[in-house]
């Protein structure tokens, strides 16, 4: 077992920037492991991208289905509560 955290993705920075400059918007954020069981030590300080396997479906929101979803006012089937 591991565990990671979801990060922003860090870039170089000098000491004339502010403390947000090491945080670079134009990337998808990361997920940077922490810790992990034995047997997995080697993903200690190893980060995974976004595109890189199946992990990051745990974060993707799901569509509703038309039966879950809720209507709003003026589609057909609306109901005022």
Known sequence: MYIGKLVQPKRAISDE???????DPTRNPIIHFMHST???E???????E???GL?????RE???TQEERIL???EEGFEEQ
Do not use: N, R
Not at 17 to 23: G, K, L, M, S, Y
């Open 55 to 59: 992990t990051f479906d745990v974060f």
């Open 72 to 74: 709003e006012e003026g």
């Open 42 to 48: 080697y993903l200690i300080d190893k980060t995974l």
């Open 50 to 52: 976004q595109e890189q």
């Open 17 to 23: 920037d502010d403390e947000q400059a090491h945080e």
């Open 38 to 40: 034995q047997g997995h």
């Open 62 to 64: 799901e569509e509703p």
